[in-house]
């Protein structure tokens, strides 16, 4: 097969064991096959193609570990749209069943039941288009049984199991710090400096096609990957998913769109009929609040201020900073 030792380094790369990555390579074979029935092949087919080989893989019971393995491939081949595309099947994976197992821990299983018997949450490897309209009924259902703020707290949590111990080197740099915005002055440097070897190298920053146009946004813009202190809040936007696209078009419906990370919204905004509510950010806002819970060593409390969904042309947040934090540490 075709890039099969680089192949084999990436997964070695991964910590995956000969036996593993062998089970890999047997998928991609399966995928080419599926594309070679249609008249294709691993490098030559078009993106319609490859997706209606994946529909037929994933009907046949495909799934996020099959959805890796090819996605892995062309990684390696160096067809980075389509392994962005493949990547963003992987991304709604588990979302909202992880929202529900929290619904049920905060207000029990019977609210559980009433909430999540109105959605249907799509099969796993289905493409992100398909979950809009779940992505709807949830937040609807769940604002109409608890109400607008306790549907709120569901959803602004670390969703993703993002490890506390991935900001443990930023908590040590803030203890240090003689201020809360000289922490992240220098969080903004650290973050700038990553975007700049990505740029440099030309690998995918997660998903992400970084420029050097984007990394020198990004400086300019202190709050992108960052924050800046104002009184006892610190306002952070977050960077388009698409960031150079985003830079580079003048439409604004097509920027939304670009800057929009969801893959379980971000599809109603241009392309569905199935408008997911902006009360859906408040998951967004979860996620960009994590690391200044790890970081101040408290939960932070935050506020979604714009958002895409809602028609805004960006995301932004603003995290409160803990009185606690604010008796240890200056704002400024």
Same mark, same amino acid.
């Given at each position: ?60 019971? !495909? ?119 000289? !922490? ?20 995918? !920053? ?73 009360? !859906? ?52």
């Amino acid at each position: 097969m075709e890039f099969e030792r680089e192949y084999r380094e990436r997964c070695a790369k991964r910590a995956l064991d000969e036996a593993a990555t062998d089970a890999a390579l047997r998928t991609v074979e399966v995928f080419a096959a599926t594309l070679g029935e249609a008249g294709s092949s691993l490098a030559a087919a078009s993106l319609a193609e490859l997706e209606r080989a994946l529909a037929v893989r994933v009907a046949g019971g !495909w799934g996020a570990a099959e959805l890796v393995a090819v996605a892995r491939w062309y990684m390696v081949a160096g067809l980075d749209a389509i392994s962005i595309r493949l990547l963003a099947y992987l991304l709604p994976i588990g979302v909202l069943p992880d929202h529900a197992k929290r619904l049920e821990t905060l207000h029990g299983a019977e609210v559980q039941r009433r909430v999540m018997e109105l959605v249907r949450i799509p099969p796993e490897g289905a493409p992100p288009e398909a979950y809009p309209a779940a992505t709807a009924a949830f937040v609807k259902a769940l604002e109409a049984e608890l109400g607008p703020e306790k549907a709120r707290r569901v959803l602004a949590w670390n969703v993703h199991g993002i490890p506390a111990g991935a900001h443990a080197e930023e908590r040590e740099r803030f203890l240090t710090a003689p201020s809360i915005a000289a !922490w992240l002055a220098g969080w903004h440097e650290r973050q700038v400096a990553e975007l700049q070897r990505f740029a440099d190298s030309g690998e995918l !920053w997660y998903e992400q096609r970084i420029t050097q146009d984007v990394v020198d946004w990004v400086r300019e813009n202190p709050e992108i990957q960052g924050g800046v202190v104002e009184g006892n809040r610190i306002f952070r936007q977050k960077i388009p998913y698409d960031p150079d696209r985003f830079l580079r078009s003048t439409d604004p419906l097509e920027r939304r769109r670009l800057a929009c990370h969801c893959p379980l919204a971000a599809a109603s905004i241009t392309e569905t009929e199935a408008e997911v509510p902006a009360a !859906w950010c408040a998951c967004s806002s979860g996620y960009d609040k994590f690391p200044f819970d790890v970081v101040f060593g408290v939960e932070t409390e935050v506020e979604v201020l714009e958002s895409v969904l809602a028609g805004d042309g960006r995301c932004r947040f603003a995290i409160t900073i803990p009185e606690s934090v604010l008796a240890l540490k200056p704002a400024v």
